[in-house]
């Protein structure tokens, strides 16, 4: 990770979970992390938790509603002025609502699309474009998807959620075809987990928090630091090095 200190990192969705836990991982590292996040507070608690620890890095927080355009935008806007721009961008931010086939809400498949799978296209392209306008070759596009990007759950709350992941694998792949093609050597990885007791499953099933905690008891889970582990690895690789996909589950996990 040495050549990674001092740069710029962008996690997505960094207030909570899983993204929460990357930040702190960069810059634990000796990285500059940009973390962004609708609810901004719990990122700033975050930063001071890095500074007390005396982490050579730095977590800046950034308020950010990744289902708007404009607001990322201006994120990226902020970043070049005051940072210069992207050297890696993590996009962690995704979200699940309860929205079946044949009975959900479509304003539950916008917002799931918008986040999902719009915002972060949105995030990928002027991450490459801050790159491509420094020069910068080395850089890394990390997706965090779900391994719901690989199997479809029988479980009609989380189909079109499900829908969305898929997508998110045919973007790293689509991504990593067309880089090549503009002959960089910017990388893209997806990263694949499958249960990971986070605030996840409470969100999805916020109407019944006894099923969500159940979910997480009924196996022993991954650990949001095992999915930040798995960035570290995935950044620590050589140059010449690409790595696709790394799909991550509990042992005990079935399917």
Request: charged share 20%; aromatic share 6%; hydrophobic share 40%.
């Amino acid at each position: 990770m040495d050549r990674w200190k001092g740069r710029l990192a962008l996690v997505t969705g960094a207030s909570v979970g899983i993204g929460a836990a990357i930040a702190k991982s960069l810059v634990q590292h000796g990285m500059k992390v940009v973390g962004c996040a609708r609810n901004v507070g719990q990122i700033e608690n975050l930063a001071a938790e890095c500074v007390s620890s005396g982490f050579s890095g730095t977590l800046i927080p950034y308020k950010c509603d990744l289902s708007v355009e404009d607001d990322m935008l201006s994120m990226f806007s902020w970043i070049k002025v005051q940072h210069q721009g992207v050297d890696v961008c993590i996009n962690n931010a995704g979200l699940a609502l309860p929205a079946p086939l044949l009975s959900g809400k479509t304003s539950g498949w916008r917002t799931m699309m918008d986040v999902n799978v719009i915002g972060l296209s949105v995030c990928t392209r002027e991450a490459y474009q801050s790159m491509k306008e420094r020069n910068i070759d080395d850089g890394h596009i990390i997706n965090i998807n779900s391994m719901s990007g690989h199997r479809v759950v029988n479980n009609a709350d989380v189909h079109f959620c499900n829908a969305t992941k898929y997508a998110v694998t045919a973007l790293t792949e689509g991504l990593r075809q067309e880089l090549r093609e503009a002959k960089t050597h910017i990388r893209a990885t997806c990263i694949s987990p499958g249960l990971v007791e986070t605030e996840f499953a409470y969100r999805l099933l916020s109407e019944n928090p006894e099923k969500a905690a159940a979910t997480y008891k009924s196996i022993k889970c991954l650990q949001a630091d095992d999915i930040a582990n798995a960035v570290v690895y995935v950044l620590s690789a050589p140059p010449h090095v690409q790595i696709g996909d790394i799909q991550m589950k509990p042992v005990e996990q079935l399917t």
